[in-house]
């Protein structure tokens, strides 16, 4: 949703702010964002009480489930404190800003086929895997953000041609979507989890990365 609504605001000649706007409010991109990220913990517990209850019986795997998204949100939030993207700085109406809450919460039906089961066939190798992929993914999503937040800080302007774009140019992405496969393959219905998934990937990232490389071709 977040490269959607960069694409809708340059439609309508919305501007990055001059000023950052605050962490958290009702009238910036950044801000729905990061109201979003802030959620996830809150929203899977529901979902895990609504499927099971909130006892020592709660399965194990939704539990790690909680664990991972909720901490991914966790550090979204404290990068946005201390080494924000910029490009999110863009004041947005109020429909817009709604707009963005609906369209993110359409994750939830892949949280909610995660936790409402009680993955009794789910193998102890899968979690594992989840769980690898889903710290690969952080990392390579937030040490490309913050990376790039002090080179545009200190020396904006010049190409960033090493660290962790040394070797590829969609770090932050590559971070997505390692994160999303480890959150997904835990899903009861992969086939419909890995299709919403590849709605974002093919119908959104690709586009944003071919304009990318046509900005860098310049």
């Given amino acids: 949703c977040v490269c959607v609504m960069l694409r809708v605001a340059g439609a309508l000649g919305l501007k990055q702010s001059a000023s950052p706007p605050p962490t958290f409010g ?3 991109l950044n801000q729905s964002v990061n109201l979003h990220k802030a959620m996830c913990a809150p929203v899977i517990a529901l979902l895990i009480w ?3 209850g909130l006892s020592s019986s709660t399965p194990i795997v939704p539990l790690v489930y909680l664990a991972l998204h909720g901490a991914y949100g966790a550090c979204w939030v404290l990068k946005s404190v201390c080494f924000r993207d910029r490009g ?3 004041p947005l109406p109020w429909y817009l800003f709604a707009f963005t ?3 993110a919460g359409l994750h939830w039906v892949n949280s909610w086929l995660i936790v409402r089961s009680d993955h009794r066939d789910t193998s102890p190798w899968t979690v594992c895997l989840s769980v690898a992929l889903v710290c690969m993914g952080m990392f390579a999503l937030y040490t ?4 790039k937040h002090f080179v545009m800080k200190y020396n904006s302007g010049k190409l960033m041609t090493d660290g962790v774009f040394a070797r590829v140019r969609n770090t932050n992405y590559l971070g997505e979507m390692l994160l999303y496969t480890g959150f997904n393959i835990l899903s009861t219905s992969p086939l419909i989890s890995f299709s919403i998934l590849a709605c974002s990937w093919f119908g959104l990232f690709t586009p944003n990365m071919l304009v990318k490389d ?3 071709s310049r």
């Avoid at 490309?144 to 990376?147: E, R």
């Fill in 88 to 90: 999110f700085d863009i």
């Fill in 26 to 28: 009702l009238s910036a």
């Fill in 144 to 147: 490309a953000d913050c990376q």
């Fill in 214 to 216: 046509k900005s860098l």
């Fill in 50 to 52: 609504i499927a099971h």
């Fill in 101 to 103: 809450q609906f369209s």
